[in-house]
């Protein structure tokens, strides 16, 4: 099979919502050539996305250490190795800091920092005699400002430094570990967000490229990431528009936007 992928194996990680930005990631791959194992909670919709792109679902909690060895050990099985690893797991908490509980904190290191970490830890001994891609789909909000978005933006933050030190113990062994950073991006988890009306008006501005990210803008960045070209590692390759340039709207400005289009409505 032709394509920038042909012939290699690939895990995807955080596809069981349906059409997220997992699911389109796997897509992408499966065209690209590649073998792709698909993986999350929702076993049905998994399944649905592997008969489509003929590949492999298994379930995965990417919270518990037992489970993301053996989704890493199922897919080296399954498919003779892991050639591409993607993490695109995610929860998208909007909460005040000093409302941000323990239990809050606790869930998003667990899903977002300590998840990856263990990831890594099970992919690495996998890799270290052929090489390969590890990705971890991020946050433009690691590095720029957002309200209400603590617990969220340390654990991306810190995983986006954690996967440095990675990168930087195992290039010798040919494994490339990378970030990919999206800004507000069009996928079924912002639809709720997208319909509130001046809401996303109010983040135009922050995009200089004029528009807002899609899923098929990350799935591109990772195909390049996971293909032979890439001579990139320890870096978050901030595909969102050049929303990092200029920002994030400040609540303020958001709450404005969204009163003025509600009063032209009216």
């Not at 390969?132 to 433009?140: E, F, R």
């Not at 899609?214 to 870096?235: H, K, N, P, R, Y």
Request: proline residues 3%; negative net charge.
């Amino acid at each position: 099979m032709s394509g920038r992928l042909a012939g290699k194996a690939a895990l995807v990680v955080g596809a069981a919502g349906k059409d997220n930005m997992a699911q389109v990631i796997a897509r992408r791959f499966a065209a690209e050539g590649a073998k792709v194992v698909v993986a999350g909670r929702n076993r049905a919709i998994l399944d649905t996305l592997a008969e489509e792109i003929g590949g492999i679902a298994v379930e995965c909690d990417f919270t518990d250490r037992v489970s993301i060895f053996a989704m890493v050990e199922t897919t080296r099985e399954a498919l003779g190795g892991i050639d591409i690893a993607v993490n695109a797991t995610g929860w998208g908490l909007l909460k005040p800091f000093l409302e941000t509980t323990d239990d809050d904190f606790d869930r998003m290191y667990a899903l977002q920092l300590r998840g990856p970490f263990q990831f890594a830890q099970a992919l690495i001994p996998v890799m270290q005699d052929k090489g390969g891609s590890i990705i971890q789909v991020t946050s433009a909000t690691a590095s720029i400002m957002f309200h209400d978005h603590s617990a969220y933006m340390a654990t991306k933050a810190g995983t986006d430094h954690m996967l440095r030190t990675i990168a930087n113990e195992f290039g010798h062994l040919g494994i490339r570990v990378n970030s990919i950073s999206p800004g507000v991006t069009e996928t079924p988890m912002t639809a709720e967000a997208a319909a509130v009306p001046g809401l996303m008006d109010a983040f135009a501005k922050g995009y200089p490229l004029g528009r807002y990210g899609t899923s098929q803008d990350i799935a591109a960045g990772c195909v390049w990431l996971a293909s032979d070209e890439c001579f990139m590692t320890g870096e978050t390759m901030q595909v969102n528009g050049g929303l990092t340039l200029r920002g994030n709207p400040t609540k303020d400005a958001i709450e404005a936007s969204v009163a003025a289009a509600m009063t032209q409505q009216g």
